[in-house]
């Protein structure tokens, strides 16, 4: 890992355990044993650092999120698999994102202070509603959902869950409690295939 990996590596790290405005410069060096100039030879700021950071978030997001989603033809298995993902491989990987999600941290963080920021963040969010929705909606199309499903609603209460599921795994690193956060989820969403 050359110095502007470890940059990139470590302030995600940083980012996910204490913010953007409560991560410096100064902790960003020391973390990576750079000095000042090795990091200005790489990023001109800290918020050209945070849009790099942002990019390789989302990269490890789609890595650990959508991992083996194509293996299956069916939406809702695909939408049971995205859940156990997010629960077994996002928010547990302590590598990365140890403080548990960094988008969930930045935007609750940015929203007043960088709305531009925080702009960039809630446009994911939005992204993930939709991919959820489309899943649904295909679902539903194909005869494995009940007809009388309001995909939007399921989407958003799906969504939600997780964000909730987010918050609290971010304050206590339980695995157990995050368990116990994610199986009504599935739960719920395997109680709306249509069984006929």
Same mark, same amino acid.
């Given at each position: 890992?050359?110095?502007?990996?470890?940059? *990139? &590596?470590?302030t995600?790290?940083l980012?996910s355990?204490?913010?953007y405005?409560n991560?410096?410069i100064?902790d960003i060096?020391?973390?990576t &044993?750079?000095?000042?100039?090795?990091?200005?030879? &790489?990023?001109? +700021?800290?918020d050209?650092?945070?849009?790099?950071?942002? #990019?390789?978030?989302? =990269?490890i997001?789609r890595?650990?999120v959508l991992?083996g989603?194509?293996?299956? #033809?069916?939406? %809702?298995?695909?939408?049971r698999?995205f859940?156990?993902?997010?629960?077994?491989?996002y928010?547990k @990987?302590?590598?990365? *994102?140890?403080?548990? %999600?960094v988008?969930?941290?930045?935007?609750v963080?940015?929203?007043?202070q960088?709305?531009?920021?925080?702009?960039? *963040? #809630?446009?994911?969010? +939005?992204?993930?509603?939709?991919?959820?929705?489309?899943l649904?909606?295909?679902?539903k199309? #194909?005869?494995?959902?009940r007809?009388?499903?309001?995909?939007?609603a399921?989407?958003?209460?799906l969504f939600?869950?997780?964000?909730?599921?987010?918050?609290?795994?971010g304050?206590? =690193?339980?695995s157990?409690e995050?368990?116990?956060?994610?199986?009504?989820?599935?739960?719920?969403?395997d109680?709306?295939? @249509?069984?006929?």
């Amino acid at each position: 890992m050359d110095l502007r990996e470890k940059i *990139i &590596h470590e302030t995600l790290k940083l980012f996910s355990l204490k913010g953007y405005s409560n991560t410096s410069i100064e902790d960003i060096l020391a973390q990576t &044993h750079a000095s000042k100039g090795g990091f200005y030879n &790489h990023f001109k +700021s800290k918020d050209q650092l945070f849009m790099t950071v942002l #990019s390789e978030a989302r =990269k490890i997001w789609r890595s650990r999120v959508l991992d083996g989603l194509e293996q299956t #033809s069916s939406p %809702c298995m695909k939408l049971r698999k995205f859940l156990e993902n997010f629960r077994d491989l996002y928010l547990k @990987d302590s590598e990365n *994102i140890p403080g548990g %999600c960094v988008f969930v941290t930045l935007l609750v963080e940015l929203d007043d202070q960088r709305p531009d920021f925080a702009r960039e *963040i #809630s446009e994911g969010f +939005s992204r993930v509603l939709s991919m959820m929705n489309r899943l649904l909606e295909q679902a539903k199309a #194909s005869g494995e959902l009940r007809a009388d499903v309001n995909t939007e609603a399921v989407s958003r209460v799906l969504f939600l869950g997780l964000l909730g599921a987010s918050v609290l795994y971010g304050m206590d =690193k339980s695995s157990e409690e995050l368990g116990k956060s994610v199986a009504p989820l599935i739960q719920y969403l395997d109680a709306l295939v @249509d069984t006929r």
